[in-house]
């Protein structure tokens, strides 16, 4: 069974400040996904990261992928607070199977 | 384009009852799932299907059962609803064939409460 763990769970940071969520995966996987979830809302897609060393970056949030160490980051730089949300990765098995990991809970602190 | 849409948004069933909860995509794309999301534990994939007449269980089937009706649709039925079904669920679609930006779309979700 794929595992996605990412960690921090919890997070609560200061406007301005930089931080970094890391996303870990068990075994290989096709391609990995960055989504953000607003309280009460559906996912909105923020990054698809399909090779080793893919690098993405949207305003304020930079993603990452290391397949050889199964491992993505997703960078915020200097936060604000529209950045406040669940921040989830995910990766697929074949394709088709998407496994989620259990999010991260961002609050971008005035 | 409305992307996938769902309903209903809101459902309260009593233990036992049956229902079926609808989704849609106008993308034109070839996979659809569903998933449920339970606080603390992210989303849990319940059946896709990756193409019309096709469907495959995910990590959580078990008291589920779908329908591909046609590219379009798909529909996920509780036959016999039971408490631990209590979650929101979301429809996604993407294309996975042929696009280079596989971008996977939601629904606005169902929020289910079994009693």
């Known amino acids: 069974e794929l595992k996605v763990e990412q960690n921090p769970l919890f997070l609560s940071m200061q406007e301005g400040k930089n931080y970094t969520i890391y996303c870990n995966y068990s075994t290989t996987s096709d391609r990995l996904y960055w989504y953000r979830q607003d309280p009460g809302k559906s996912l909105e897609s923020l990054f698809v990261l399909l090779s080793n060393g893919a690098v993405k970056q949207e305003g304020r949030l930079m993603a990452s992928l290391d397949t050889k160490a199964r491992l993505s980051t997703l960078h915020i730089t200097a936060a604000v607070h529209d950045l406040s949300a669940t921040y989830f990765c995910?990766?697929?098995?074949?394709?088709?199977?998407?496994?989620f990991g259990t999010g991260t809970s961002l609050t971008v602190i005035p | 384009n409305a992307g996938v849409t769902q309903t209903p948004k809101f459902q309260v069933l009593k233990t036992g009852q049956s229902m079926t909860l609808q989704c849609a995509q106008d993308?034109?794309?070839?996979?659809m799932y569903w998933y449920r999301q339970d606080p603390g534990m992210g989303l849990r994939l319940i059946y896709y299907s990756a193409s019309e007449g096709t469907t495959d269980k995910g990590e959580v089937p078990n008291g589920y059962n779908v329908s591909r009706l046609n590219k379009r649709e798909f529909s996920l039925r509780l036959e016999s609803a039971a408490p631990s079904q209590t979650s929101v669920y979301f429809c996604?679609?993407?294309?996975?064939?042929?696009?280079?930006?596989?971008?996977?779309?939601f629904g606005p979700g169902t929020r289910l409460t079994v009693l």
């Open positions: 995910a990766v697929t098995r074949d394709g088709n199977q998407f496994y």
């Open positions: 993308m034109n794309h070839n996979s």
């Open positions: 996604a679609s993407i294309s996975l064939a042929g696009d280079s930006y596989n971008e996977q779309f």
